[in-house]
T-cell receptor, first 112, second 117 residues
Framework: GQQLNQSPQSMFIQEGEDVSMNCTSS?????WLWYKQDPGEGPVLLIA?????ELTSNGRLTAQFGITRKDSFLNISASIPSDVGIYFC????????????FGGGTRLMVKP | GAVVSQHPSRVICKSGTSVKIECRSL??????MFWYRQFPKKSLMLMAT?????????EQGVEKDKFLINHASLTLSTLTVTSAHPEDSSFYIC?????????????FGPGTRLTVT
């Protein structure tokens, strides 16, 4: 089945630093979604990407849909303590009934 | 917009009993809802896809007789864990599919922590 490789698995950074994480796949996806999950909560949608090459921002977050449709990255600029959490990428294909394939997650820790 | 609620948020039950978890889309109609299970420090594992008015589609390895799913309306899906055992203890999360800019985005509920004693 399809698999998403998300890296890094965890990051421990200083407040104010920029963060970058990415997902790669052996299969093509038509949509890439990035979620953030706080402890004990459900994932919250951060950014949705629909076209290959698309670059989308949401505040300090920027995500890109890779041109090959097999990868995506998420950048967080000037990190703050509330950025702490687990970030998941998810890919979606049109012929999979809107199902999502999730990456393994990136655990972000920010030191004030 | 695109708010999904889950109830209860936490439940503790005794082994052998059944537990029902509700998932509601509050401000949109969701023809498709999904049920996930998440183990500590792990990613989300899809259990089943629930379509309004039809039988749920279960992922390989998920027992449909143990995890009963009902999607009776466009805003409500329920997951019933029957004859629960301690190994069923987990974090269960639902999501509802909502048409986005070019596809169907999934919006997640806050999750239900199930503990079976």
């Amino acid at each position: 089945g399809q698999q998403l490789n998300q890296s890094p698995q965890s990051m421990f950074i200083q407040e104010g630093e920029d963060v970058s994480m990415n997902c790669t796949s052996s299969s093509i996806f038509n949509t890439w979604l990035w979620y953030k999950q706080d402890p004990g909560e459900g994932p919250v949608l951060l950014i949705a990407l629909y076209k290959a090459g698309e670059l989308t921002s949401n505040g300090r977050l920027t995500a890109q849909f890779g041109i090959t449709r097999k990868d995506s990255f998420l950048n967080i600029s000037a990190s703050i303590p509330s950025d702490v959490g687990i970030y998941f990428c998810a890919g979606q294909t049109d012929n999979a009934g809107n199902m999502l394939t999730f990456g393994g997650g990136t655990r972000l820790m920010v030191k004030p | 917009g695109a708010v999904v609620s889950q109830h209860p948020s936490r439940v503790i039950c005794k082994s052998g009993t059944s537990v029902k978890i509700e998932c509601r889309s509050l401000d949109f109609q969701a023809t498709t809802m999904f049920w996930y299970r998440q183990f500590p420090k792990k990613s989300l594992m899809l259990m089943a896809t629930s379509n309004e008015g039809s039988k749920a589609t279960y992922e390989q390895g998920v027992e449909k007789d143990k995890f009963l799913i009902n999607h009776a309306s466009l805003t409500l899906s329920t997951l019933t864990v029957t004859s629960a055992h301690p190994e069923d203890s987990s974090f269960y999360i639902c999501s509802a599919s909502y048409p986005g800019g070019g596809s169907y985005e999934q919006y997640f509920g806050p999750g239900t922590r199930l503990t079976v004693t």
